[in-house]
């Protein structure tokens, strides 16, 4: 066991844990993004920094482990500071458009925001380019509201071992997509849907049944394909 001290209470916990799952195993709340437990630790939002006495950086909860004697501290003013500058530009380069957002109510940059108390953004700067693809007739992809947290690549590739989702390029030109670059529906997908799951936000979503139909309608040379669930028979 590792003995360490968070926001002044004496915690033992099990060597190898990080000190996010410290926290939350001792009832010490963290807020964070990225991480999603037993799925998917990556360290690319930086939300959950903390800081650890001895330690010049403020450092991600999520991938550091927990140290014999380290004392944290997780709600401190430069910590809050921290969190609260990086969710204003997380959301300097996010679409404003929650009302109509299909994960409106049921985001996880909403229920942050909440939990930090910062609603809006003091940035205005460049901005992603958004592309929306909407080329398989399962799952609708909006690059403009993908935060890069690489949740959907994780389970893509380590868990469904599907293998298609991946980053391309850099900077404000990077995005989660086909290898190739491909759209969606021009990939080996299998549509499982567990990308879609683990979203935190509205930019992968089920398209509704109707949806392939309306493009049918508006677009008579597309070829559609509209599964249907098999036939129940009733005894
Ligand atoms: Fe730790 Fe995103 S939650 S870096």
């Known amino acids: 066991m590792i003995n360490l001290t968070i926001n002044g209470k004496a915690l033992a916990v099990p060597d190898g844990t990080t000190i996010l799952e410290a926290a939350k195993d001792n009832g010490i709340n ?60 997380l959301m300097s380069d996010h679409p404003k458009d929650c009302l109509i ?77 086909g290898g190739l670059d491909l759209p969606l529906g021009e990939t080996v997908c299998t549509n499982c849907g567990q990308c879609v799951t683990v979203c935190p936000t509205g930019a992968l979503k089920e398209r509704d049944a109707i949806t392939p139909v309306w493009d049918a309608i508006m677009d008579p040379k597309k070829v559609v394909v509209v599964q249907t669930a098999p036939a129940v028979r009733v005894a």
């Not at 950086?57 to 500058?85: D, F, P, Y």
């Not at 949740?151 to 868990?159: F, G």
Request: charged share 25%; hydrophobic share 30%; net charge positive.
């Open 30 to 89: 963290i807020p964070h993004l990225c991480y999603l437990k037993d799925v998917h630790q990556s360290g690319a939002c930086r939300m959950c920094v903390v800081e650890v006495e001895g330690m010049k950086n403020l450092q991600a909860s999520c991938i550091s482990q927990a140290k014999e004697g380290m004392v944290i501290h997780t709600n401190t003013g430069r910590v809050r500071n921290a969190r609260k500058v990086l969710f204003e530009l």
């Open 101 to 177: 957002c299909s994960r409106n109510n049921h985001c996880e940059i909403q229920d942050l925001g909440e939990q930090i108390q910062v609603q809006n953004s003091r940035f205005e700067g460049s901005k992603s380019k958004s592309s929306l693809d909407n080329s398989s007739w399962a799952i609708e992809k909006d690059d403009s509201k993908c935060i890069l947290c690489k949740r959907c690549v994780t389970v893509c590739n380590e868990i469904q071992g599907v293998g298609i989702l991946n980053t391309q390029n850099r900077g404000f030109e990077a995005t989660v997509a």
